[in-house]
């Protein structure tokens, strides 16, 4: 079965969205296979997101995931990947359709609420990352 990395980042915590994001992924149908609340290092986040390293938003991207708590999650199901692509919207929230997760809660992009895993090889480094393979369980649901 397919599994993403997802992340509701500072200022979705903040806002107290963490409930509201599990919902909408727990209504669709996936499976949360793990999940905590953890601060960030400098070192992970620059790892994490080592592909923008030369973008000009780097240094203001690590500082801000790094500024509060976040909430770390692996969602399992099938297509689960581009589904949650899907119900988190465009990058840039004033972009994102209203119904989406960014485009019914942010408008700027540097805060855009949650972070998903955007190929099977990203989910796979991503979640590696921030879990332990013990941290996580698989399991059917039968009610
Ligand atoms: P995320 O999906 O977590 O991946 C990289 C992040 O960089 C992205 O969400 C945005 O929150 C952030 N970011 C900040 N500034 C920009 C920008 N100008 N263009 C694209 N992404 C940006």
């Known amino acids: 079965m397919q599994r993403t990395f997802l992340m509701v980042k500072p200022d979705g915590v903040q806002r107290n969205l963490i409930g509201e994001i599990i919902s909408r992924f727990e209504m669709k149908g996936f499976t949360l296979s793990g999940a905590k609340i953890m601060h960030i290092s400098k070192e992970l986040a620059e790892t994490h997101y080592g592909e923008h390293k030369e973008r000009p938003f780097f240094g203001d991207l690590?500082?801000?995931?790094?500024?509060?708590?976040v909430f770390a999650m692996v969602w399992?199901?099938?297509?689960?990947?581009?589904?949650a692509r899907k119900m988190m919207g465009k990058t840039n929230p004033k972009e994102a359709d209203p119904g989406t997760i960014r485009g019914d809660f942010g408008v700027q992009v540097s805060m855009n609420i949650i972070h998903g895993s955007d190929s099977e090889e990203s989910a796979k480094r991503e979640i590696d990352l921030f879990f332990n393979e013990d941290q996580l369980i698989s399991y059917e649901k039968t009610m």
């Open 62 to 69: 690590v500082d801000f995931i790094t500024s509060g708590p």
């Open 76 to 83: 399992e199901g099938d297509g689960v990947i581009s589904e």
